[in-house]
RNA sequence: UGGGAGAUCGGCUAAUGGUAGGCCGGCAGGCUCUGGACCUGCUAGUGGGGGUUCGAAUCCCUCUCUCCCAGCCA
């Protein structure tokens, strides 16, 4: 309930349970026995099975099918008050054995069970089964529509017959298609299953599609209202590519999340020319797409960090980013140039550059351009960080629909990946749990309930879109 | 093989007898202190066959394919 309300629904004052109607139930059981269309039946589930028939043969009428309404009452009061055991008797509805919709076969309405409700505690010992207990609900409430999942197409004859044969109001119900995305499963026995069997770490994990997942994950509401509203609903069973939603999900964060530098995966660089001790607080745009988000400053000094992926000492054509020699922005600060490279065992572990001072808050005097800009954090400032990074949770479009395939088998090992050297601009040590931000050319983020005082943690909601990305699987190939 | 439901660009979805449109993706270009965002253009579809009609995605017939149903689960 706290995330629908999340999600942005309030119901007010309409919060109703079907446990509120048992009694009204159970008068309606009634009447359908004194009218001769319902009956208790002895049958164990087993028997009741084997009577059934098949999709293509008829089912046989239970020998107790034809008890009289006197004998009928007697036995419904005697379940109800307790007088047998679980699964010893049922009421079933009388409607037709031979019916070629199998939940039309007398369907069982009321089945015995000596179980206290978490609401109306040991009151009952008989339970309404989901299929006598819809309509009812529905027809009570005084509700217009009633929504349900298209493998409910095949209930609603039933649905319709219940209410009818009461001659009660009936309200219309409607079916359409469960909402699917690849490489996810939806339903709620799998996810319980993931849960459950610690394949994930709970029901807020952020790689489930469950709403506590995807809000510690960062979705917005906007992001999932919006999200909804383009796939639309139909009564076509489909899959909806991740990747829409990861869309939606850029779209909104875009247009509101702050933007904050930190460096994933940390390279040292020190400006030679930058003296030691010396720090410049340097102005940065919190939100360009709204003006109103304001400014902020950013420490900048001589010993830095940037982004491992944002140098290459032999870069191919279209790499624009830092490279022996060559010059680039460090965004809100200077043009940088790499003047040196110092390797241990063959790996780069620190760069030597050096500044123009001329080009202090990002701009030449002279007017020459540069091909990038990089993001940085001061060396001294930085906070560190743990990111998880999270990764799609199957390997497969479709885990659920792999015919006598467990969808298990399909789970991707590297769906989540922890980063615990991360460094963040100071500024992100004052967000709050669940606050939603963006590392500029990197994705969006969002704090995770985990942090302490002790721990920053950051958990990636979705990369930004990478041209870079593409352009070298293109080259690859 | 009984019953129910469904089929429109690569994906999702509109159009209910009158110009097959939108979004995502993909491709090409522009712009940019985020290789982000934004802007422009292009791409591409009515499952097959027959019929009714001046005119069919839409109505009729037929075929094909997909999904759901044999819980005292929901």
Redesign the pocket.
């Known amino acids: 309930m706290e995330d629908v309300k999340w999600l942005g629904f309030d119901w007010e004052d309409r919060l109703f349970f079907a446990s509120d109607y048992f009694d009204q139930m159970y008068e309606y059981a009634v009447q359908l026995v004194k009218a001769g269309k319902a009956y208790v ?1 002895d ?3 087993e ?3 084997a009577y ?5 043969t008829p089912g046989r009428n239970s020998p107790y099918r034809d008890r009289s309404v006197e004998e009928n009452l007697d036995l419904l009061e005697r379940m109800r008050k307790g007088e047998f055991a ?5 009421l079933r509805a009388k409607i037709d054995m031979a019916h ?4 039309m076969r007398d ?2 309405m009321y ?3 000596h179980a206290a409700h978490h609401r109306t505690g040991n009151k009952w010992c008989i ?5 006598w ?2 309509g009812l609900e529905d027809s009570i409430e005084r509700i217009t529509h009633s929504l349900c999942t ?8 039933l649905y319709d017959w219940f209410l009818d044969e009461l001659g009660v109001y009936h309200p219309q119900q409607i ?1 359409f ?1 469960r909402l699917n995305l690849t490489y996810m499963v939806m339903s709620k ?1 799998m996810l319980k299953e993931l849960v459950e069997e610690g394949y994930v770490r709970g029901w807020d994990d952020p790689r489930l599609p469950t709403i506590c997942g995807m809000r510690r994950r960062g979705y917005s509401p906007t992001a999932i209202r919006n999200f909804c509203k ?12 991740f ?2 939603l990861e ?1 939606c999900v ?2 909104d964060l ?2 509101t999340a702050p ?1 904050f530098m930190g460096v994933l995966h940390p390279l040292k660089v020190v400006i030679e020319n930058y003296p030691e001790g010396k720090v410049e607080e340097m102005e940065a ?1 919190n ?3 709204d003006p109103a988000a304001g400014t902020r400053k950013v420490p900048f000094s001589r010993e830095l960090y940037i982004e491992q992926s944002d140098f290459m000492e032999n870069p191919p054509k ?4 830092l490279a022996p020699g060559r010059e680039v ?1 460090f ?3 200077y043009f940088v140039t790499c003047t040196d490279v110092i390797k241990e065992n063959d790996e780069v572990v620190e760069l030597r550059c050096t500044v123009d001072p001329e ?1 202090r ?3 030449a005097p002279d007017g020459r ?7 940085w954090v001061s060396a001294s400032h930085a906070v560190d960080a743990e990111v998880r990074l999270y990764d799609k949770l199957f390997t497969v479009e479709d885990p659920a ?1 792999r ?1 006598g395939r467990d969808f298990k088998e399909f789970l991707n090992p590297n769906s989540l990946t922890t980063l615990t050297s991360c460094k963040v601009e100071p500024a992100v040590r004052n967000l709050k749990p669940f606050d939603r931000f ?5 994705g969006y983020f969002c704090i995770d309930p985990d942090t302490t005082a002790e721990r920053l943690v950051i958990n990636r909601t979705v990369e ?8 070298q699987k ?1 080259l690859k190939r």
Do not use: C
């Not at 298209?150 to 004859?157: A, D, S, T, V, W």
């Open positions: 039946d049958l164990s589930a028997e009741i099975s059934r028939g098949t999709l293509t679980n699964g010893e008797k049922v070629p919709n199998m939940n369907p069982v089945r015995i069970l339970y309404p089964t989901y299929d207990a819809h298209l493998e409910f197409e095949n209930h609603r004859p079916e298609a026995r383009r796939i639309g609903v139909s009564k076509v069973n489909s899959i909806i590519p990747e829409l869309h850029r779209e875009n247009k933007r745009i939100n360009p797409e279209k790499f624009y980013r922005r965004r809100y600060a080009t808050g990002g701009d351009k540069v091909k990038s800009t990089i993001h629909g015919k963006q590392f500029e050319r990197l930004l879109r990478d041209t870079w990305a593409k352009i293109k």
